[in-house]
């Protein structure tokens, strides 16, 4: 507690993008209950307190740290464990944390063609294959650079924590709610969940929040979305044909995607209780493909053209497998 | 034995870096290394995907930004397919994208770089910030700032789906339009928005140009910088975020050239650095001469200076008379007091915001017609946008499924890596002298220098380098190995 | 493919079909290999693929999938979600670096068991072939760990 009685507050990112930080701005007047009802000790995007003030800190001395974005090097692991000796309360806030995310992705590639990418690229002039060094000895001193860890991993695959905010990011009025309910906790008028909960979501899937009208799924053809003449308004995007991972992904977001003519991508994670988004989601559309036909059956799936990307866009770090093993050709 | 002060990890922006700054035995700043300690690898793992999911795939490069690559991303697709898209979807486009750049130099004047002339640069740390400028401004004047933001993000959310993160633009146009409601409710926020702005800078007029200690850092040297310009314009080569051909033009003002997007190849090339991960674009047909100013030297910048410097004007007449007046008192074009980014970031905002009413009020912008089917096969395509902080270039290729075979991206900040690494180092050297006690505030001072530019570095380390070595060389600055050591992730 | 390997393998067997074929082969003493390890489902069609991953990735080399055979279903028309569901996964696991070969498809019915116990054997060729999956997952990198810890405290003085 500070001199005026206000706990400590911390939001860091650690290989993330900056959505989850403007996901907390977005929640717009209530930013200023946050201000009320806590002290902000540790925010880089907002303020300059810097590691060594984190440092200094005593163990516990933050009430609550919300921490989003993924494990992806050495620093992002420090800090990790940085703010869970720091703070009596760690959640992982946004799917980053969570599961991962959209940089999970980079889970299903080879080291080898990572290199070659980047520092080899159509727009770079590296005629010497320079490559960034974790130790460089400069004139003056020794440099560093975090050492990149094999795989990009979750705050849970690092560090015990307490809570789990899904979602990327977390829709600003499920934020809002999360922080009410803290606020309420302090004033002593409601009890934290159970440890490991995950908050802010709801307990069905996207679908059950969809307006979109459903009638029977018979799934003939997939159809990229840009192939549509028009996309029906009213009609549920998979029954037109679109891949959309409503059946697979939490509630919680109030379907804006779908709203919006877009399909939902999954980026609240799996539904609560269950294990493995992307298994899950071939569950359900194997149930709905409207074929008993082996070769009709490969057709249509062959209109899936990317089934891991999509059904572990945001989850592959958290997937049951992880990461893709490394082919001998690469891939 | 060499001091060396490090600020870890430098705030109020996006992304993550870090500053060491070493003195040789006098006290006098030695060198000063801007490192980038992070990268996520977007190049690499969006192959494979489907071209129609780069727009939210590239969202996620920077969620402060994500409109920016949205924007681009469905460029670039509709590049790749050849296709393009009806009116009423590029001007939904650039409706989301105009009340886009609102929120966002809202956010970084009121949030991230304004903090240090609101509240002054060696403020309390607990108070130099948003939450501070609120204090001190007042809740009326706060509440507006939360109110431009939400409605900028409002709209964002109507056209695009979603606050952050939007969903809604495809190869060939929008998966939705918008209804008369929606119109009407977006250009009463819009007007609202123009007052704003130009309430923002009455604000920066006040408290910034009419502090007189403010107004000598501004236009002292410090913070100065002569280097090239780029930015986009259009056919009136005004600024543009959304479309148009890159304007390039030299210290001195001169126009190189304007280049389409897919000629980007021949105007930009990157540069590799062992100490940090981040690259570094220069100007291919002036060379990399290293980290100096000049016509002779390919070290570019790409922020709303830049733009202002790189255009012959603004294409909305409240802004335009900003842009004669700012030129006015900085003495000419180009400018090159990069402190004033702020001021140019300001002039930008009430440009966004008077083209974000002229969008709503179009007579196309209710239209049916929002979406036009490809026809084309797939192969490759470059999107170019102006993002808040700097020029944003996508380059796919794709096999003839539309499934990505190679990315390459050249995003916002990356482009302005050389020139926030000068600043810093000039600014350093400027505030750290034999004797002078280095105080929270003057290292504020020093970070100062990168904020006028709004970095994003989550954008600009989109890429990866790969597997972590067992064994690391500690190489020199010509990068021969000095010695070797075992790591452990 | 190495000498003494014997892979680790999980069958998911319909109750109504090719659990009754398993057992079928059992009474009739038709050899085959013990490396699939049986587990009763009610159905082919109850077969989520999380069961598959949770097999690969906790030590299985191979995973079989028995059903009846189509137009036999007992519950209609689940094993051809069964199918549907194994052919979206081989393909996913594919994108993965795990051979879609690894996963395999067998009908049987409840009289069939000594094709049943052919398709065992072979498919336990096949894997034998393939070499370990080694799946990377701590969980199963610990295991091991202990594994070989008590091998070597069980050797005597």
Redesign the interface.
Known sequence: MTENGKPKFAMY?A?????????V??I??A??DV?ANFE?VFW??????????VEAMEDGEIFLTLFNGGI????N?HLAHLMRQKSQLLIAFGSCATEG???G??N??T?????E???Q??????D?S??????????????E??????T?RTLQDVVDVDYYIPG??PE?HQIAAVIGLVISVLNGEAELPPKGSTIGVGDSTVCDECPRERDVKRIKQFT????????D?DLCLLEQGILCMGPATASGCDS??P????PC?G?YGPPVGV??Q???M??A???V?D??D?EE??TI?DG??????S?Y?FSMAH?????????ENG? | M?E?IA??????????GKI?I?LDDDGNV??T?F???????F????????V??MP??TN?????C?EAHHMAAAKA?DAV?KVDPPPTAKKLRELLYSAFYVTDHT?HFY??GGPDFIMGPDAP??E????GV?HKVG?EI??KV?QA??YG?TVI?II??????P??S???G???GINEEERAEIEKMGRWSVDFAQFSLDIFADIVLGNQEYLDLILGDIYSHRMHYIGLVDENNLVNFYDGLVSVVDPNGKRLGKYAPDE??DW??????????L?F?YL?QVG?KGFVGGEDSGVYSATPLSRLNAADGMATPLAQEHYERFFETLGGKPVHQQLATHWARLIELLYAAERWVELATDLEITGDDF?T??TETPTEGVGIVEAPRGTLTH?YWTDE???LT?V?L?VGTTNNYAPISMSIKKAAESLITSGTVVT?GLL?MV?MAFRSYDP?F?CATH???????LE??????Q?ET??T?R??? | MENGFEPVMIGFTCNWCSYRAADLAGTSRVKYPPNVRLIRLMCSGRL???F???A??AGADGVMITGCH?GECHYL?QN??A???V???K???A????EPERVKLVWASAAEGIHLAHEITNFVDEIKALGPLD???APRRRALEEIEQLEVEEVPA
């Open positions: 990112w290989a993330s993008c900056g959505g989850c930080e403007i996901a701005l977005n717009h007047e930013i200023l201000d902000i880089p995007v907002a303020m300059d307190a810097k590691y060594k003030d992806r090097n050495a620093e692991e995310c959209i940089p992705l980079a299903l590639s080291s080898e063609q990572i290199f990418t980047v520092y690229g159509p727009s770079t002039e590296n010497d320079v490559r960034p060094q974790y130790m460089t000895q400069m004139p003056e001193g020794i440099i650079i975090p050492i990149f860890c094999p990009l990327c990011p600003s990229r979305i840009q192939e549509l003449e028009q996309i308004p804006r995607c709203i919006a003519g877009a991508i980026c294990l493995d992307g298994a899950r071939m569950t559309l194997a149930s493909i074929s008993r082996p059956i490969e799936l899936i053209v990317d089934p891991a990307g059904f866009k997937s049951l497998l992880k990461a893709a093993r490394p082919s891939r | 060499t060396r600020i870890d990890p430098i705030t109020r922006l996006e992304g993550h060491e070493f030695a060198n290394y490192q980038i300690p992070e990268l996520r690898g190049e690499q793992f969006c192959v494979g995907r489907p129609e999911e939210v795939l996620r490069i920077c969620g402060v994500p697709a397919y956010t949030a991230l740390v607990a130099r910030n948003i939450l609120i809740l706060g509440g939360i933001r939400k993000h959310e695009g789906g979603r606050k952050v993160h969903c809604t495809i190869p060939g929008q998966t939705r980007y190849g930009i090339a990157e540069r590799v650095e062992a100490w940090t991960y690259k674009p291919k990399w979406h089917v490809p380059h499924r539309g499934v190679k390459n050249i929270e504020n970070e994003c989550g890429s990866l380098p790969g597997q972590m070595p690391v060389k500690i190489t020199d600055a990068g000095v010695e050591l790591q452990y992730c | 989520d693929p999380t598959v991953l949770k690969l990735s189509p028309e051809y979600k199918m549907r569901r052919m979206l996964l393909r996913t696991i994108q993965m670096g795990i799946w990377p997952t």
